[in-house]
């Protein structure tokens, strides 16, 4: 039991240690931006835009209903005081019925009195509406001698940090 416990400690220390030296393989470095371009996206997005719209034109003519109430309520008074007896109540009627034709047309005679207005109707449209919004920076950096291009999101400045990892080349 004590020799898989302490064999397994030793592959844990050979294992560990085997990580650490490749990790010590990696560092960080500067090289200097030789370019650097603002990239820009246009971002789209619909917008719905309405305004009233003129159509056409009502008309009316002014009239007046007076006339034909004081006629009828005449009229009426009238028919009652000609009949008797049973006929009275149809005189009266009919007497009504006249007096309010004949004053709507004494009221509402003469040339005819129009009036007008617009006719609005409301018009829609949906319209794509764009905006220019700045997504990053496109970098060009040169490190040892050899030019590299990334994207960065921020502006870089004058040198832009990097991850070297050294490994033996093993194909010489």
Request: net charge neutral.
């Amino acid at each position: 039991m004590n020799r898989i416990l302490i064999a397994g400690l030793i592959a844990a220390g050979l294992l560990a240690g085997a990580q650490s030296a490749q990790a010590s393989n990696r560092h960080a470095d500067y090289a200097r931006v030789i370019a650097s371009e603002p990239v820009y996206e246009y971002v789209g997005r619909p917008q719905r835009e309405c305004w009233n719209e003129r159509v056409g034109q009502e008309t009316m003519r002014d009239r007046s209903y007076a006339g034909a109430v004081i006629g009828g309520i005449a009229g009426g008074i009238l028919g009652n005081q000609v009949g008797q007896g049973s006929g009275k109540s149809i005189a009266t009627a009919i007497g009504a019925a006249t007096g309010a034709i004949v004053g709507d047309g004494i009221d509402n005679d003469g040339p005819a009195q129009y009036g007008s207005r617009p006719v609005y109707a409301e018009r829609c449209r949906t319209v794509e509406r764009s905006s220019r919004r700045l997504a990053g920076y496109e970098v060009t950096y040169r490190y040892h001698g050899r030019d590299y291009t990334t994207f960065m999101r921020h502006a870089p400045g004058d040198r832009v940090r990097v991850d070297v990892d050294v490994a033996p080349d093993y194909d010489d």
